[in-house]
T-cell receptor, first 113, second 113 residues
Framework: KQEVTQIPAALSVPEGENLVLNCSFT??????LQWFRQDPGKGLTSLLL?????REQTSGRLNASLDKSSGRSTLYIAASQPGDSATYLC????????????FGTGTRLKVLA | DTGVSQDPRHKITKRGQNVTFRCDPI?????LYWYRQTLGQGPEFLTY????????KSRLLSDRFSAERPKGSFSTLEIQRTEQGDSAMYLC???????????FGQGTRLTVV
């Protein structure tokens, strides 16, 4: 059974810091992994999608890496800003047996001005 | 096209009443998902459609829940005889086939009183 864990559960950093959010999954047979951002009371905004054959993806100040064999992905945020404050969720899509995305519980990030 | 649209955004209902939510996916997205999210948790999978076919359904979906996607376009999620434990954010997502990004709507927040 696929389980997804995100560490830390919450993080508070001063503006300008570079930071890393971690996502681990127990079954390496994944199709892809997607990172999302969620603002309080809102839906999910897609940030990055990494295919199982890829090692990393970049979008602006965001960089996501994937190490499928060790069951880990990291989301790197450069030069953090107060507007980055949100909950960050990772989700894995398994290769076989199911169509669903399985989510972690998220990392709640607060960037202090 | 402005993305995945969900209606209503908020719903307050009395215990025992039936409620129905609607999701309009991004045009041409043939894959559609329903998720439920409670406070502080990641989204939990409810059901998945490929075109009009409901191909996967979670055990979380009791017989009080039903989802449809007539003609493979919009989808509805109905909850019969609502209970307080049904209070949550209900999220809809859509994507194209293959290894593509999932896009989420803003969700419907259900409060059962």
């Amino acid at each position: 059974k696929q389980e997804v864990t995100q560490i830390p559960a919450a993080l508070s950093v001063p503006e300008g810091e570079n930071l890393v959010l971690n996502c681990s999954f127990t079954d390496s047979a994944i199709y892809n992994l997607q990172w999302f951002r969620q603002d309080p009371g809102k839906g999910l905004t897609s940030l990055l999608l990494i295919q199982s054959s890829q090692r990393e993806q970049t979008s602006g100040r965001l960089n996501a890496s994937l190490d499928k064999s060790s069951g880990r992905s990291t989301l790197y945020i450069a030069a953090s800003q107060p507007g980055d404050s949100a909950t960050y969720l990772c989700a894995v899509n398994k290769m076989r047996g199911t169509y669903k995305y399985i989510f972690g519980t998220g990392t709640r990030l607060k960037v202090l001005a | 096209d402005t993305g995945v649209s969900q209606d209503p955004r908020h719903k307050i209902t009395k215990r025992g009443q039936n409620v129905t939510f609607r999701c309009d996916p991004i045009s041409e997205h043939n894959r559609l998902y329903w998720y439920r999210q409670t406070l502080g948790q990641g989204p939990e999978f409810l059901t998945y459609f490929q075109n009009e076919a409901q191909l996967e359904k979670s055990r979380l979906l009791s017989d009080r829940f039903s989802a449809e996607r007539p003609k493979g376009s919009f989808s509805t999620l109905e909850i019969q005889r609502t209970e307080q434990g049904d209070s949550a954010m209900y999220l809809c997502a859509s994507r194209l086939g293959g290894n593509t990004e999932a896009f989420f709507g803003q969700g419907t927040r259900l409060t059962v009183v």
